[in-house]
């Protein structure tokens, strides 16, 4: 595998359930991104970690749990969603998060319905 | 604040046309990069260029070219003779430090 792989590429979700979206990167890159992306509008930065460690929180609901057990994985766990969280959730990797090096690089991302 | 507004949301051109997508961004900071990105019906989202604040250079690449200027905080992208496998949403993005702001896209339709 190469690039950027997300799994499932499609979820379907009552809001008492319990899931998670799991990121793989085969890049060798230190920094990992979620990103949602919901009909018109702009992409939304959830969460950035650098070496493993959370550097960037956006306000996220704690409904949205990241883990990053390594430079290479990325989880995002979700329990108790609302309708509204439906979206395409997109993860992406670079070198670093720092700006000279840092285009990403996104996996096809996970459609998530949440009934 | 930092913002990035593409205000076209979408375009149809007929194959061969020329197209631009415009992009205006908004920042204090000194030192952002600018992206642009592609994303076709696949989803995943590709890199197309990366222009730091510092660099105004014009760049072409094919039959993409991209001006960057500074002055109206533009970076807006054009495709020469455009073809069917253009067909996608791109997506201006602006960084500064950790954050990235992306516009809302344009959606480009490439008629046969």
């Known amino acids: 595998e190469t690039g950027v792989t997300q799994t499932p590429r499609h979820l379907v979700m009552g809001m008492t359930n319990k899931k998670s979206l799991k990121c793989e990167q085969h890049?060798?890159?230190?920094?990992m991104y979620w990103y949602k992306q919901s009909a018109k509008k702009p992409l939304e930065l959830m969460f950035v970690y650098s070496l493993e460690e959370r550097v960037e929180n956006n306000s996220v609901p704690s409904r949205f749990s990241p883990e990053c057990p390594n430079s290479s994985h990325l989880f995002l766990h979700l329990h108790t969603l609302q309708p509204e969280d439906s979206a395409l959730y997109l993860c992406a990797s670079s070198q670093d998060k720092d700006g000279s090096t840092n285009e990403q690089f996104f996996g096809p991302g996970t459609r998530l319905t949440v009934l | 604040a930092q913002k990035v507004t593409q205000a076209q949301t979408e375009i149809s051109v007929v194959e061969k046309e020329d197209v631009t997508l415009d992009c205006v961004y908004e920042?204090?900071?000194?030192?952002?990069?600018l992206f642009w990105y592609k994303q076709p019906p696949s989803g995943e989202l590709v890199f197309l260029i990366r222009?730091?604040?510092?660099?105004?250079q014009n760049e072409i690449s094919g039959r993409y070219s991209w001006n960057f200027q500074k002055s109206t905080s533009s970076f807006n992208f054009t495709i020469t003779a455009s073809q069917v496998v253009d067909s996608a949403v791109y997506f201006c993005?602006?960084?500064?430090?950790?954050?990235?702001?992306f516009g809302t896209g344009t959606s480009l339709t490439v008629i046969p």
């Open positions: 222009r730091n604040s510092f660099d105004e």
């Open positions: 890049l060798g890159h230190n920094a």
């Open positions: 993005a602006l960084n500064t430090g950790n954050q990235f702001y």
């Open positions: 920042t204090r900071d000194t030192t952002y990069y």
